[in-house]
Nanobody
Framework: QVQLVESGGALVQAGGSLSLSCVAS????????MTWHRQAPGKQREFVAS???????GYAETVKGRFTISRDNAKNTVFLQMSSLKADDTAVYYC?????????WGQGTQVTVFS
């Protein structure tokens, strides 16, 4: 059974930093593309960042230069380092694993940025 468990969400002041983690189990982690998405209240879920099995990364324009995605295959973990946080970054952040047509989602972790 595949499980993705996010952690690290918190209440943080604007301009601050936060690091999210997502631990995967039940899959061969190293071959999966891992992505972070977020969903703000009243809005659709949106892509934030991705990292391929080969380590190639991609970012939404809204977070480029502020967020960094990375992975540790030995620990089955993907990270999202967030800095220069803004109120607009407030959302539930979800981890997703993707391999071909297979997709799994985590339950999400809340990030709230206050001014």
């Amino acid at each position: 059974q595949v499980q993705l468990v996010e952690s690290g969400g918190a209440l943080v002041q604007a301009g601050g930093s936060l690091s999210l983690s997502c631990v995967a189990s039940g899959l061969t982690f190293s071959i999966w593309t891992m992505t972070w998405h977020r969903q703000a209240p009243g809005k659709q879920r949106e892509f934030v960042a991705s990292i391929s099995s080969g380590g190639n990364t991609g970012y939404a324009e809204t977070v480029k230069g502020r967020f960094t995605i990375s992975r540790d295959n030995a620990k089955n973990t993907v990270f999202l380092q967030m800095s220069s946080l803004k109120a607009d970054d407030t959302a539930v952040y979800y981890c997703r694993a993707n391999f071909g047509p297979q997709i799994y989602w985590g339950q999400g972790t809340q990030v709230t940025v206050f001014s």
